[in-house]
């Protein structure tokens, strides 16, 4: 049996990176999933490969959210989970940062946050209860140059899980949040997205950064972060609700001098 059979739940921004590996590992552990992204092609691939469910879901619009509701239900009848995965990264000082694209990152992290959580809690109490994972960062913990409007948004989402598990809690539905470090997809290293760009060497130069930052001396894998989304949608973490999970190698426990 698997941790999450007969459980259908929504990951959004599940056509790569995190998303992807947590849509792979709750369809192998008996999840009905539905495979929510703005990037079509990829998207169509993954829920075909695991026989899953995918809806077109831009996470900024409440009326695609209502849209892949509809679809879930129609297709399964029932929504038991929710990963809010979705998100961007834009670099940047904050007093260089045009409001339009802080306004962007605000919409896609922390108002499709706060959508998805409004989108689906009726439905997940309806089926008799369930969970809502929120992807927080690293940088909701703490400050970082040059990526303030992210940190701004992660932080709220901190926020925004707290709130929701308080007044979910009633309805038997769990919430609680990721906070990931460096984690190796597109978004750590864009150059995995530019067919011009020396994916390889920028790779590299990543890896050897985070040797340095890092406790742990490396940079984590999706499929670890992955896990931790398993663990706090299934019953291991039954009595856990509204708590930041850091994963991010020790990153967070200080700066090394050595």
């Given at each position: 049996?698997g941790?999450?059979?007969?459980?259908?739940v929504?990951v959004?921004?599940?056509?790569?990176g995190?998303?992807?590996?947590?849509?792979?590992?709750?369809?192998?552990?008996?999840?009905?999933?539905?495979?929510?992204?703005?990037?079509?092609?990829?998207?169509?691939?993954l829920?075909?490969?695991?026989?899953?469910?995918?809806?077109?879901?831009?996470?900024?619009?409440?009326?695609?959210?209502?849209?892949?509701?509809?679809a879930?239900?129609?297709?399964?009848?029932?929504?038991?989970?929710?990963?809010?995965?979705?998100g961007?990264?834009?670099?940047?000082s904050?007093?260089?940062?045009?409001?339009?694209?802080?306004?962007?990152?605000?919409?896609?992290?922390?108002?499709?946050?706060?959508?998805?959580?409004?989108?689906?809690?009726?439905?997940?109490?309806?089926?008799?209860g369930?969970?809502?994972?929120?992807?927080?960062?690293?940088?909701?913990?703490?400050?970082m140059?040059?990526?303030?409007?992210?940190?701004?948004?992660?932080?709220?989402?901190?926020?925004l899980?707290?709130?929701?598990?308080?007044?979910?809690?009633?309805?038997?539905?769990?919430?609680?949040?990721?906070?990931?470090?460096?984690?190796?997809?597109?978004?750590?290293?864009p150059?995995?997205?530019?067919?011009?760009?020396?994916?390889?060497?920028?790779?590299?130069?990543?890896?050897?950064?985070?040797?340095?930052?890092?406790?742990?001396?490396r940079?984590?894998r999706?499929?670890?972060?992955?896990?931790?989304?398993?663990f706090l949608?299934s019953?291991?973490?039954?009595?856990?609700?509204?708590?930041?999970?850091?994963?991010?190698g020790?990153?967070?426990?200080?700066?090394?001098?050595?």
């Amino acid at each position: 049996m698997g941790k999450l059979d007969g459980r259908v739940v929504i990951v959004t921004g599940a056509a790569r990176g995190q998303g992807e590996q947590e849509a792979r590992l709750f369809a192998a552990e008996g999840a009905r999933v539905v495979v929510a992204d703005v990037l079509d092609d990829q998207a169509e691939a993954l829920a075909k490969e695991l026989g899953a469910l995918h809806v077109r879901l831009d996470v900024s619009k409440e009326a695609d959210w209502d849209a892949a509701v509809a679809a879930t239900k129609e297709a399964y009848g029932r929504i038991d989970g929710l990963v809010n995965n979705a998100g961007i990264l834009r670099f940047n000082s904050l007093v260089d940062t045009p409001l339009e694209e802080f306004m962007q990152v605000v919409q896609v992290n922390q108002v499709g946050c706060f959508l998805g959580i409004k989108a689906v809690a009726g439905e997940i109490a309806a089926a008799g209860g369930g969970t809502i994972v929120n992807t927080a960062s690293y940088t909701a913990m703490t400050g970082m140059a040059a990526v303030g409007t992210y940190a701004a948004t992660k932080h709220a989402i901190l926020g925004l899980t707290r709130v929701a598990a308080m007044e979910l809690a009633q309805q038997g539905i769990r919430v609680n949040a990721m906070c990931p470090g460096a984690i190796d997809t597109a978004m750590s290293n864009p150059a995995l997205l530019d067919p011009d760009a020396d994916a390889e060497e920028m790779s590299k130069a990543i890896g050897d950064l985070y040797r340095k930052l890092v406790p742990l001396g490396r940079i984590g894998r999706p499929e670890e972060v992955a896990k931790l989304a398993l663990f706090l949608t299934s019953d291991d973490s039954s009595y856990i609700t509204g708590q930041p999970f850091v994963i991010d190698g020790g990153w967070l426990a200080g700066v090394s001098i050595l």
